[in-house]
Nanobody, 122 residues
Framework: QVQLVESGGGLVQAGGSLRLSCAAS????????MAWYRQAPGKQREFVAS???????NYKDSVKGRFTISRDDARNTVYLQMDSLKPEDTAVYYC????????????????WGQGTQVTVSS
């Protein structure tokens, strides 16, 4: 099995910055894509950013130029640097790993972290 543990959320004023981390542990040989999603109160969960093992990134339009996703494969960790935060960025942020390859070459699918709250005050 695989566990994802997020950290780094909190309360920040508009224009401020936060850095989220998500560490994956368990039966892991390799991870291809890693991603961040978020869910605001009363809204559906939405995609924020993703990064593949070769470093290719993809972002939600509204966060382009403000958020940066990165990863440290030695630590099986993905980061989300969030700058110029806006009140509309307020949400619970979730880490997602769509697929893991285990040391026995077995594929495990669709893991989620527990979520970390980000609150941006105006």
């Amino acid at each position: 099995q695989v566990q994802l543990v997020e950290s780094g959320g909190g309360l920040v004023q508009a224009g401020g910055s936060l850095r989220l981390s998500c560490a994956a542990s368990g039966s892991i040989f390799s991870i291809n894509a890693m991603a961040w999603y978020r869910q605001a109160p009363g809204k559906q969960r939405e995609f924020v950013a993703s990064i593949t093992s070769d470093g290719s990134t993809n972002y939600k339009d509204s966060v382009k130029g403000r958020f940066t996703i990165s990863r440290d494969d030695a630590r099986n960790t993905v980061y989300l640097q969030m700058d110029s935060l806006k009140p509309e960025d307020t949400a619970v942020y979730y880490c997602n790993v769509p697929e893991v390859v285990t040391p026995l070459n077995k594929r495990l699918y669709d893991y989620w972290g527990q979520g970390t709250q980000v609150t941006v005050s105006s």
